[in-house]
């Protein structure tokens, strides 16, 4: 338990100062950093129950991308400030490296294994994002269509 609860806190960290790379607003990088941290408990939450990074990415990603779009509303800022900065830790960048590093020691096999890996997690963490997105925006029309009808 403590070991979840010091990887959340370094992931809070963590998107903190990349948010303050990517130039985030001073009042947005705190809660920036907070739906990093929920992305970070949530993908362990969703590994430790299934064993599975594809379904902890996608889960994590789909969490975050709500909560971001929520925030936005909330906070009238784009949901970009929120969602970038929040899915940096659901980034497969151990696939990716280990992809890289099997290509320069000519190993066919471990490349194909981790590139794969590598494109199944970023789509599953692209349609996360899209199925939120959509859903937002669907929500969103039909709150503005019922004011109209009025």
Known sequence: MTDTVIQVACAFFAVLMFAAVLEVPRKQKPLA?????????????IYN??????????????????????????????VTVFLIPGILPAVPGAA????????????????????????????AMAMAIFITDSFSRLFQLRHEN?????
Request: aromatic share 14%; net charge positive; with cysteine.
């Open 146 to 150: 019922r004011g109209k009808r009025l």
């Open 96 to 123: 990716i490296y280990r992809c890289v590093y099997y290509l320069i020691r000519n190993n066919s096999y471990a490349t194909t294994y981790y590139l794969t890996q590598t494109l199944q997690i970023a789509g």
């Open 49 to 78: 129950f299934s064993h599975s990074s594809l379904r902890a990415a996608f889960v994590s990603t789909l969490v975050v991308a709500v909560i971001s779009h929520r925030l936005a509303r909330i906070r009238k800022a784009p």
């Open 33 to 45: 950093a907070l739906c990093g941290a929920i992305a970070w408990w949530s993908y362990l939450m």
